[in-house]
């Protein structure tokens, strides 16, 4: 059994930056993915970035492409996002996955989320 714990979130001004974590406790699978989701109030989870295990693989949504970074330390158990020139529409609660097969579109854990909120 793995639980992730997401950290990092805040408020910050449009423009700014700002780096979430999503540490792993028990034994994490490194041979499946880690990635992240957003769901702002009202709206439906939207998937953002994920990154595979051996080949270092990534994949990255329009609406962050370029601005978002994702990367993971197996030996720590960790998923990072590097969120750059962030935009008031990226206000929203922030979510890692992990023993994941993106292909497939299977997460099997989720973490509880961090608040991200950045102001005009």
């Known amino acids: 059994e793995v639980q992730l714990v997401e950290s990092g979130g ?3 001004r449009a423009g700014g930056s700002l780096r979430l974590s999503c540490a792993a406790s028990g034994t994490n699978r490194g041979d499946r993915a880690m ?3 957003r769901q702002a109030p009202g709206k439906e989870r939207e998937e953002l970035s994920c990154i595979g295990s051996s ?3 990534t994949y ?3 609406s962050v492409k370029g601005r978002f970074t994702i ?3 197996n030996a720590k158990n960790t998923a990072y996002l590097q969120m750059n020139s ?3 529409e990226d206000t929203a609660v922030y979510y890692c996955h992990a023993g994941s097969r993106w292909l497939t579109r299977e997460y099997e854990y989720w973490g509880q989320g961090t608040q991200v909120t950045v102001s005009s």
């Open 86 to 88: 962030l935009k008031p």
């Open 55 to 57: 080949d270092g693989s």
């Open 10 to 12: 805040g408020l910050v």
């Open 60 to 62: 990255y949504a329009d």
């Open 35 to 37: 990635g992240w989701f």
């Open 71 to 73: 990367s993971r330390d």
